[in-house]
C-alpha cells in the first residue's frame, strides 16, 4: 500500500545532538537480596553515570510523580495489566519516580536459551503486590516485591520458552508461548486454568506476542511456519474458545496487538513490513500499512523481506508509531493508514517505542546504539542519547526518565526532558526486556551470556543464565 504523505521532517545522518557530554564513573556494590532458581547469591555491580555523582540529575530522583493515571494509559478495567501497561502500548508510568541512584535489591536465574528475540518483560498485578516473570525455558515465576517466590510453574513450553508478555486480568494471567500454545494461569497459585494447545489454533508454529485483553476477549497474534504467516484471534478468557480470527498475515509476526478505543482499531505489524489494522469492535478489515520492503521475495512472491517489523505500535492520538527493518520509524494515521511522517535512523529498529502523551513525545530506541526523542506531531528530533548497544527491548517513559535496555548489558536512566545520562545498572547480560517501574522499584529481564554465539567454526556454550532483577534506590 503506497503512503499518500511524503512529509519525512527528520532525515537522520550520523551526528547526533543532546546526549551527556561529561562522563563521571560511580561504582556501588549492590547487594543481592534474594536468589532465585540456581540458588547461589552473586553480586551485580551498579554503575551510575551522568553529569552528578550522586545521580540525582534532572528528572531522574527530582520529578514529581503523577497523582492518577488515566485509562488512556492504562486500561478501563482496574485490575487488568497488559505489557506497556495499557491497550494503546504507551509504556508510559508518570506516576512512577526513577530514583537518583540504584542497586539491585534481588535477582534469580530466569532465561537459558541463545534464541535472539527480546525477552518477555515482567508484569505486575494492578495493585502491585505481585510480579510475573516469564522464563525462555518454558518458566513462569510469581515473585513479591520483596524478592519472595510466591510460585513457578512449568508450562509445555520448554524449547524456547517466552518471549511475549502475561496479560493479566483480575486473578487470572494469560500468556502464549514458543510451543503455540496460549495459557491461562491463576494468579494466586500457579495452577493452570485451561490451555489452548496449537492444533486447536490450526497448528501454531509459536505465539510470540503478548495479549491483549477488552470486554471478556483476548485478542493474540499467533505465527506459523509453512507458509511463513500469522493471525489475529479473538479468544473468550473465560473458556479459553476460540471466537475469531483473520489469517491474511504474512511473515510470522512477533509484536502484540494495539487497541485504540477512542480510533476504533485494532492493529499490528509482521515480518512483511505491514501494519494490519482492524475496525474495532466489529473486527472488520480496514487498512494496511506498507514499509519500504525491497528485500528478496518470500512465498513465491506474497512479500518482500527487508522491512520487518518486530516491535509493538503504540497509539497516540489518532495515530499509531512504530519502528521497521527498513530504518525508518513511522507515525501512520490510524483512520486511513497513511503515512504521517517518517523519520530516517542509521540502523534497524526492533524495539517498542514509549510515548509521554502529555507532551506528544515518542522515545525510540534504535539498533544504532541510540534512544531517540522525537515530536510525536511533526516527527522532529528533539534529541538523541548514545547507550553503547542496540536498543530491542520496549522503553518505559515516567515522570522524569526514560528508561532503556541496551546490547551493552545496562540498564539505562535517561533525563527525558534532555538525554541526559541519570545512571546505568551493569548486569551480566544483554537486556532486552521493558524495564517496568513499579512503587519505586524496577523490574527487568536479559538474556543468557553466551561464548562463540556468531562464530560457526565454534560450539556455542552458555556461558552464565540470563537473570531477573528488581532495582531500589539507593537510601
Same mark, same amino acid.
Request: net charge negative.
Given at each position: 500500500?503506497?503512503?499518500?504523505?511524503?512529509?519525512?521532517?527528520?532525515?537522520?545522518?550520523?551526528?547526533?545532538?543532546?546526549?551527556?557530554?561529561?562522563?563521571?564513573?560511580?561504582?556501588?556494590?549492590?547487594?543481592?537480596?534474594?536468589?532465585?532458581?540456581?540458588?547461589?547469591?552473586?553480586?551485580?555491580?551498579?554503575?551510575?553515570?551522568?553529569?552528578?555523582?550522586?545521580?540525582?540529575?534532572?528528572?531522574?530522583?527530582?520529578?514529581?510523580?503523577?497523582?492518577?493515571?488515566?485509562?488512556?494509559?492504562?486500561?478501563?478495567?482496574?485490575?487488568?495489566?497488559?505489557?506497556?501497561?495499557?491497550?494503546?502500548?504507551?509504556?508510559?508510568?508518570?506516576?512512577?519516580?526513577?530514583?537518583?541512584?540504584?542497586?539491585?535489591?534481588?535477582?534469580?536465574?530466569?532465561?537459558?536459551?541463545?534464541?535472539?528475540?527480546?525477552?518477555?518483560?515482567?508484569?505486575?498485578?494492578?495493585?502491585?503486590?505481585?510480579?510475573?516473570?516469564?522464563?525462555?525455558?518454558?518458566?513462569? =515465576?510469581?515473585?513479591?516485591?520483596?524478592?519472595?517466590?510466591?510460585?513457578?510453574?512449568?508450562?509445555?513450553?520448554?524449547?524456547?520458552?517466552?518471549?511475549?508478555?502475561?496479560?493479566?486480568?483480575?486473578?487470572?494471567?494469560?500468556?502464549?508461548?514458543?510451543?503455540?500454545?496460549?495459557?491461562?494461569?491463576?494468579?494466586?497459585?500457579?495452577?493452570?486454568?485451561?490451555?489452548?494447545?496449537?492444533?486447536?489454533?490450526?497448528?501454531?508454529?509459536?505465539?510470540?506476542?503478548?495479549?491483549?485483553?477488552?470486554?471478556?476477549?483476548?485478542?493474540?497474534?499467533?505465527?506459523?511456519?509453512?507458509?511463513?504467516?500469522?493471525?489475529?484471534?479473538?479468544?473468550?478468557?473465560?473458556?479459553?474458545?476460540?471466537?475469531?480470527?483473520?489469517?491474511?498475515?504474512?511473515?510470522?509476526?512477533?509484536?502484540?496487538?494495539?487497541?485504540?478505543?477512542?480510533?476504533?482499531?485494532?492493529?499490528?505489524?509482521?515480518?512483511?513490513?505491514?501494519?494490519?489494522?482492524?475496525?474495532?469492535?466489529?473486527?472488520?478489515?480496514?487498512?494496511?500499512?506498507?514499509?519500504?520492503?525491497?528485500?528478496?521475495?518470500?512465498?513465491?512472491?506474497?512479500?518482500?523481506?527487508?522491512?520487518?517489523?518486530?516491535?509493538?505500535?503504540?497509539?497516540?492520538?489518532?495515530?499509531?508509531?512504530?519502528?521497521?527493518?527498513?530504518?525508518?520509524?513511522?507515525?501512520?494515521?490510524?483512520?486511513?493508514?497513511?503515512?504521517?511522517?517518517?523519520?530516517?535512523?542509521?540502523?534497524?529498529?526492533?524495539?517498542?517505542?514509549?510515548?509521554?502523551?502529555?507532551?506528544?513525545?515518542?522515545?525510540?530506541?534504535?539498533?544504532?546504539?541510540?534512544?531517540?526523542?522525537?515530536?510525536?506531531?511533526?516527527?522532529?528530533?528533539?534529541?538523541?542519547?548514545?547507550?553503547?548497544?542496540?536498543?530491542?527491548?520496549?522503553?518505559?517513559?515516567?515522570?522524569?526518565?526514560?528508561?532503556?535496555?541496551?546490547?551493552?548489558?545496562?540498564?539505562?536512566?535517561?533525563?527525558?526532558?534532555?538525554?541526559?545520562?541519570?545512571?546505568?545498572?551493569?548486569?551480566?547480560?544483554?537486556?532486552?526486556?521493558?524495564?517496568?517501574?513499579?512503587?519505586?522499584?524496577?523490574?527487568?529481564?536479559?538474556?543468557?551470556?553466551?561464548?562463540?554465539?556468531?562464530?560457526?567454526?565454534?560450539?556455542?556454550?552458555?556461558?552464565?543464565?540470563? =537473570?531477573?532483577?528488581?532495582?531500589?534506590?539507593?537510601?
Amino acid at each position: 500500500m503506497e503512503s499518500t504523505k511524503q512529509f519525512s521532517p527528520s532525515r537522520r545522518t550520523r551526528e547526533h545532538s543532546g546526549a551527556a557530554t561529561r562522563r563521571h564513573f560511580l561504582r556501588v556494590s549492590g547487594a543481592v537480596a534474594v536468589t532465585g532458581l540456581a540458588g547461589c547469591a552473586d553480586t551485580v555491580n551498579n554503575l551510575v553515570d551522568g553529569d552528578d555523582p550522586d545521580g540525582a540529575d534532572g528528572g531522574c530522583g527530582s520529578a514529581k510523580p503523577a497523582d492518577t493515571v488515566s485509562e488512556y494509559a492504562t486500561h478501563p478495567d482496574e485490575d487488568v495489566s497488559l505489557f506497556c501497561r495499557g491497550l494503546r502500548r504507551l509504556g508510559y508510568y508518570p506516576d512512577e519516580v526513577v530514583p537518583g541512584s540504584v542497586s539491585v535489591n534481588w535477582t534469580f536465574p530466569i532465561n537459558y536459551v541463545g534464541h535472539t528475540a527480546a525477552k518477555s518483560s515482567p508484569v505486575p498485578t494492578s495493585v502491585g503486590e505481585t510480579i510475573l516473570f516469564a522464563g525462555d525455558t518454558g518458566w513462569v =515465576h510469581a515473585y513479591a516485591p520483596d524478592g519472595e517466590k510466591r510460585w513457578s510453574t512449568r508450562t509445555g513450553a520448554t524449547e524456547l520458552g517466552f518471549h511475549g508478555s502475561a496479560a493479566i486480568v483480575g486473578d487470572t494471567a494469560y500468556i502464549g508461548g514458543y510451543d503455540g500454545d496460549l495459557y491461562a494461569l491463576d494468579i494466586e497459585t500457579g495452577d493452570l486454568v485451561w490451555r489452548i494447545r496449537s492444533d486447536e489454533l490450526e497448528g501454531t508454529l509459536a505465539i510470540g506476542s503478548s495479549p491483549a485483553y477488552y470486554d471478556g476477549t483476548l485478542y493474540v497474534i499467533a505465527e506459523y511456519g509453512s507458509p511463513s504467516s500469522g493471525a489475529l484471534w479473538a479468544i473468550d478468557a473465560e473458556t479459553g474458545e476460540p471466537t475469531w480470527k483473520d489469517d491474511r498475515i504474512w511473515g510470522q509476526p512477533h509484536p502484540s496487538p494495539t487497541i485504540d478505543l477512542e480510533a476504533g482499531r485494532i492493529f499490528a505489524g509482521s515480518n512483511d513490513g505491514v501494519v494490519y489494522c482492524w475496525e474495532f469492535p466489529s473486527l472488520e478489515f480496514a487498512w494496511e500499512f506498507q514499509a519500504e520492503a525491497d528485500g528478496e521475495e518470500q512465498e513465491d512472491g506474497a512479500f518482500r523481506a527487508g522491512a520487518e517489523i518486530k516491535g509493538t505500535v503504540a497509539a497516540h492520538d489518532g495515530f499509531g508509531y512504530v519502528g521497521s527493518w527498513d530504518n525508518n520509524f513511522y507515525c501512520i494515521d490510524l483512520e486511513d493508514g497513511t503515512e504521517e511522517w517518517a523519520f530516517e535512523t542509521d540502523g534497524s529498529i526492533m524495539s517498542n517505542p514509549a510515548v509521554d502523551p502529555e507532551e506528544d513525545v515518542v522515545y525510540m530506541g534504535n539498533d544504532d546504539g541510540y534512544v531517540y526523542a522525537i515530536e510525536a506531531k511533526s516527527g522532529e528530533e528533539i534529541w538523541s542519547s548514545d547507550v553503547n548497544g542496540r536498543v530491542i527491548g520496549a522503553l518505559s517513559v515516567t515522570a522524569g526518565s526514560v528508561l532503556a535496555g541496551s546490547y551493552d548489558s545496562h540498564l539505562y536512566a535517561l533525563d527525558k526532558e534532555t538525554g541526559d545520562r541519570c545512571w546505568r545498572v551493569e548486569n551480566r547480560g544483554r537486556v532486552t526486556s521493558a524495564p517496568v517501574p513499579v512503587d519505586g522499584r524496577i523490574y527487568y529481564a536479559e538474556r543468557a551470556v553466551f561464548s562463540n554465539y556468531y562464530d560457526d567454526d565454534e560450539e556455542t556454550v552458555m556461558d552464565e543464565p540470563g =537473570h531477573a532483577y528488581c532495582l531500589v534506590g539507593d537510601e
